[in-house]
T-cell receptor, first 114, second 115 residues
Framework: DAGVIQSPRHEVTEMGQEVTLRCKPI?????LFWYRQTMMRGLELLIY????????DSGMPEDRFSAKMPNASFSTLKIQPSEPRDSAVYFC????????????FGPGTRLTVT | AQKVTQAQTEISVVEKEDVTLDCVYE???????LFWYKQPPSGELVFLIR??????QNEISGRYSWNFQKSTSSFNFTITASQVVDSAVYFC????????????FGQGTRLTINP
């Protein structure tokens, strides 16, 4: 079975540009999470969705960040405009739901903003 | 508030040695889950184990074992007869069963197994 799919795997962009990260969760999973990993702050949750509905976006750093989940098989995380401090690895994870609390992570997108 | 502390930033051992990674957590929830994830040099996060706060039985999976002690809020991970392929960053994480079900991660322990 395919795991969580993220694209692109690497993104290099200039400050001020719009960046869109994409995620396809594992089929049948009803929760989706976006995390960011940096050396300074470690792994931190940005936002999560249950059944395509955003539940907790308290981790979204500021208005420059937005996330959508138009259907059960696709989600985007957008940064507009990007800044150098947004450079990080962004992970998407999905969870089956019910009594299954473990999250399965995608390979991540390494974002570099110059 | 929830917090996970992995006091060991880096550990380096020689192959075939046993090694224990420590994890201490804080939560006001009475029901919660604890997890361990592995992040190899390739960067992905690999789920290793989930433990329910109701279940304090230790678990063994091959060379891996986990010791959950609610009295000391610890969930330690031991690798027996370590191998070079075990080299990775290991994360301990906590999730409430109710409300926000996000994973709260520790800072990770970088484990290096030297041949």
């Amino acid at each position: 079975d395919a795991g969580v799919i993220q694209s692109p795997r690497h993104e290099v962009t200039e400050m001020g540009q719009e960046v869109t990260l994409r995620c396809k969760p594992i089929s049948g999973h009803n929760s989706l999470f976006w995390y960011r990993q940096t050396m300074m702050r470690g792994l931190e949750l940005l936002i999560y969705f249950n059944n395509n509905v955003p539940i907790d976006d308290s981790g979204m750093p500021e208005d420059r960040f937005s996330a959508k989940m138009p259907n059960a098989s696709f989600s985007t995380l957008k940064i507009q405009p990007s800044e150098p401090r947004d450079s990080a690895v962004y992970f998407c994870a999905s969870r089956l739901g019910g009594a299954n609390y473990e999250q399965y992570f995608g390979p991540g997108t390494r974002l570099t903003v110059t | 508030a929830q917090k996970v502390t992995q006091a060991q930033t880096e550990i380096s051992v020689v192959e075939k040695e046993d090694v224990t990674l420590d994890c201490v957590y804080e939560t006001r929830d009475t029901t919660y889950y604890l997890f361990w994830y592995k992040q190899p040099p390739s960067g992905e996060l690999v789920f290793l184990i989930r433990r329910n706060s109701f279940d304090e039985q230790n678990e063994i999976s091959g060379r891996y074992s986990w010791n959950f002690q609610k009295s000391t809020s610890s969930f330690n991970f031991t690798i027996t007869a370590s191998q070079v392929v075990d080299s990775a960053v290991y994360f301990c994480a906590l999730s409430a069963l109710r409300g926000a079900q996000k994973l709260v991660f520790g800072q990770g322990t970088r484990l290096t197994i030297n041949p």
